[in-house]
C-alpha cells in the first residue's frame, strides 16, 4: 500500500458513520435565509462595515503585506485594539489573524513545561489545541465542575497555572460559572482565561461579555480573547488584558510573531462594526430576543445566548434534516461528532439581531416540517 493509500477506506468509514463533510459554497446572489452563520448582529453586510472595510483597502491595501512584527502593523490595528479594549474593559489589546490562533497564541505564551492547564471540556478547538501546544500538565474537568477546578489545582506541583473556558459554549449557548471560576483561580494563584467569542456582542452591557456582566472586566488575573468574526461580522481574533499581558505575547506567542497580520479590510470593518455597536446597545437584546423565539417556535430549550440547538441525536438524521431545510431556502448548521459527543448530532440555529417575525415563523415551519419528516 502506498503512503496515503489508506485514505480511501478512512472516507468510507466516514461516510458509513454520517460523518462526511462537504464546504457549503455561497453565491453572491444566493437566497437563501440564513441561520447558521456566527453573524449574530447582522453585520457582516452592513453598509457601514462595508465601508470600513473599503475605507482600510484604499488606504492600506489588500494585506498586511508581512508579520506584525515586522511591516504587518498599521495605524489601524493600533486605534482598533485600543478602541476594542476600552470597550470590553480593559487596559490593553492585540489582533490576531484570527479567533483560534488568538487562543493558541494566548495560551502559549502564557503556560509551558512545568505548569498546569485546567480545562473545560467544553472548550472550543482552538482552546484545546492551545492547550496541547503549550506543553504544560492538563487536566480537564467536566463542563462549569468549580469543585473540580479547585482539586485540580490544589493538587500542587505546578510553577504557573492557567484556567480555561468558554464563557458562551459555541454549540448549545449556555453560560459558563465565569465568577466562580474567577474565584477558585484566584484563591488558588491561578489565571482565568475566559473566551468571549460567542458572548461578544451578544451578553453583557452593551455586548461587552459575560465578564463584564459578572463586574469582572478588567479584573486582576484574568484575560480575556474574543473573534472579529461573528458579531462584529469581520474576520480575526483578539486577546484582552493588562498591558504588560500585551508586551508579553508580542515578544511571546508565536502565532503573533511568525503569521502575517490580520489584513487591513478586517481590521476597518470590525472598527466599524464595534463602533455600530457602541451607538446600538439594543443589538444584544435583539438578537437574545430572537434566539428566544427561534427556541419556543421550534421546540428547543430557552437560549442564554444567539444559539438553539435542536438535539438530533444520529448524524445521517441530522444531515438528512439540515439537507432538506437548505432545499427549502432555510439554511441551519448540523453538528455531528467530533463537534458534539456521539449520540448527540444536532442542527445549531444561530439568530440574528436582523431577523423579523417572519422570517422566524418561517424558519420554524420548514425545521418543524422537516424535523416531522426524518422521525417518522
Known amino acids: 500500500m502506498s503512503g496515503l493509500g489508506w485514505l480511501a477506506a478512512a472516507a468510507l468509514d466516514r461516510d458509513r458513520a454520517g460523518l462526511h463533510r462537504e464546504p457549503l459554497i455561497r453565491s453572491r446572489d444566493s437566497d437563501l435565509l440564513n441561520l447558521a452563520s456566527n453573524d449574530y448582529l447582522g453585520l457582516s ?9 473599503q475605507s482600510a483597502l484604499t488606504d492600506f491595501g489588500a494585506g498586511a503585506t508581512a508579520s506584525r512584527l515586522v511591516v504587518g502593523t498599521t495605524t489601524l490595528h493600533i486605534d482598533f485594539e485600543a478602541e476594542l479594549a476600552d470597550f470590553a474593559g480593559f487596559d490593553a489589546g492585540l489582533c490576531f489573524s484570527s479567533g483560534y490562533l488568538a487562543n493558541v497564541g494566548a495560551i502559549t ?13 467544553g472548550a472550543h478547538a ?17 463542563r462549569g465542575d468549580v469543585a473540580a477546578v479547585g482539586a485540580a489545582l490544589s493538587a500542587g506541583g505546578w510553577h504557573r497555572a492557567l484556567v ?21 483561580a484566584r484563591a488558588h494563584g491561578a489565571a482565568l482565561l475566559v473566551d468571549e467569542a460567542h458572548a461578544l456582542g451578544v451578553r453583557g452591557p452593551g455586548g461587552r461579555g459575560v465578564i463584564a456582566e459578572a463586574g469582572l472586566s478588567g479584573a486582576p488575573d484574568l484575560v480575556m480573547t474574543t473573534v472579529l468574526s461573528k458579531s462584529l461580522g469581520a474576520q480575526g481574533g483578539a486577546v484582552l488584558g493588562p498591558a504588560a499581558l500585551r508586551a508579553h505575547l508580542i515578544d ?4 503573533f510573531i511568525f503569521d502575517t497580520g490580520l489584513n487591513p479590510a478586517a481590521v476597518g470593518a470590525a472598527r466599524a462594526a464595534l463602533r455600530v455597536l457602541r451607538e446600538e446597545p439594543s443589538l444584544p437584546q435583539r438578537v437574545r430576543a430572537n434566539a428566544a423565539a427561534l427556541a419556543r417556535a421550534c421546540g428547543g430549550g430557552e437560549p442564554a445566548a444567539a444559539v438553539v440547538s435542536l438535539i438530533i441525536g444520529d448524524p445521517h438524521r441530522a444531515a438528512a434534516l439540515a439537507a432538506g431545510c437548505r432545499a427549502d431556502g432555510v439554511l441551519v448548521g448540523c453538528f455531528r461528532p467530533p463537534s458534539v459527543p456521539v449520540g448527540t448530532s444536532r442542527l445549531r440555529i444561530t439568530a440574528r439581531a436582523d431577523l423579523d417575525g417572519a422570517a422566524i415563523g418561517r ?13 417518522a
Do not use: W
Open 45 to 53: 453586510t452592513d453598509p457601514r462595515v462595508v465601508a470600513g472595510a
Open 109 to 121: 505564551g502564557l503556560v509551558g513545561r512545568g505548569d498546569l492547564i485546567v480545562s473545560d471540556a
Open 126 to 142: 482552538s482552546l484545546i489545541d492551545g492547550c496541547r501546544l503549550s506543553r504544560a500538565q492538563v487536566v480537564v474537568v467536566d
Open 164 to 184: 480555561v473556558t468558554d464563557s458562551v459554549y459555541s454549540i448549545d449557548g449556555e453560560i459558563a460559572p465565569v465568577p466562580e471560576l474567577y474565584r477558585v
Open 252 to 255: 511571546t506567542a508565536r502565532p
Open 363 to 375: 424558519v420554524a415551519s420548514v425545521v418543524n416540517r422537516h424535523r416531522a419528516a426524518v422521525s
